[in-house]
């Protein structure tokens, strides 16, 4: 199994600027979790989907963030405009009902 | 609502030693509890999980977490601790309650392993 795929992996913009962040989760898993990561504020849990569907978008931080999932192995997070506090590492993650997740490798985003 | 925490920044150990990583929790009903693990510029990985059955968990690289429900613990532990496992460790906790599928992260331990 290929796990998890995020892309890119890698990322520096310029404020202001759009930031798309790509997910691929494992396939026949119906969860689909982004989270953050920044030294201040730990592992954050910004919005999860089940079979496609936003469930629980409270840990968005704001309207500049946004997420969709048009099917069921892909799922983009979004930054409009981007500042330099969203600098982190987003995390995406699947699993199936009541499994475990599984974490992709993280987009390092940094914004200057 | 439910939360966990992890009381250590940094955990130092010599290596042969044996190691624990403190995690306790809150959340109503029977909890998910998860461990992982994760080295720099990487993912997390998982390790263990204990969902029901045998308080003992045993898990990936000689790891186990002993599940105390009384204490409301899930505390990560390896007899013999090597280099290799000096990373980060996280404890997470997912409620059982129908309808919600969070995991909650705790804040992350340190672990180190000294030659």
């Not at chain 2, 150990?13 to 998910?32: I, M």
Request: with cysteine.
């Amino acid at each position: 199994d290929a796990g998890v795929i995020q892309s890119p992996r890698h990322e520096v913009t310029e404020m202001g600027q759009e930031v798309t962040l790509r997910c691929k989760p494992i396939s026949g898993h119906d969860y689909l979790f982004w989270y953050r990561q920044t030294m201040m504020r730990g592992l954050e849990l910004l919005i999860y989907f089940n079979n496609n569907v936003p469930i629980d978008d409270s840990g968005m931080p704001e309207d500049r963030f946004s997420a969709k999932m048009p099917n069921a192995s892909f799922s983009t997070l979004k930054i409009q405009p981007s500042e330099p506090r969203d600098s982190a590492v987003y995390f995406c993650a699947s699993s199936s009902v009541g499994n475990t997740i599984y974490f992709g490798e993280g987009s390092w985003l940094t914004v200057v | 609502a439910q939360s966990v925490a992890q009381p250590e920044d940094q955990v130092n150990v010599a290596e042969g030693n044996p190691l624990t990583v403190k995690c306790t929790y809150s959340v109503s009903g029977n909890p998910y509890l998860f461990w992982y693990v994760q080295y720099p510029n990487r993912g997390l990985q998982f390790l263990l999980k204990y969902i029901t059955g045998d308080n003992l968990v045993k898990g990936s690289y000689g790891f186990e977490a002993e599940f105390n429900k009384s204490q409301t613990s899930f505390h990560l532990k390896k007899p013999s601790a090597l280099v290799s496992d000096s990373a980060l460790y996280f404890c997470a906790v997912r409620g059982p309650t129908s309808g919600t599928y969070k995991y909650i992260f705790g804040t992350g331990t340190r672990l180190k392993v000294l030659a």
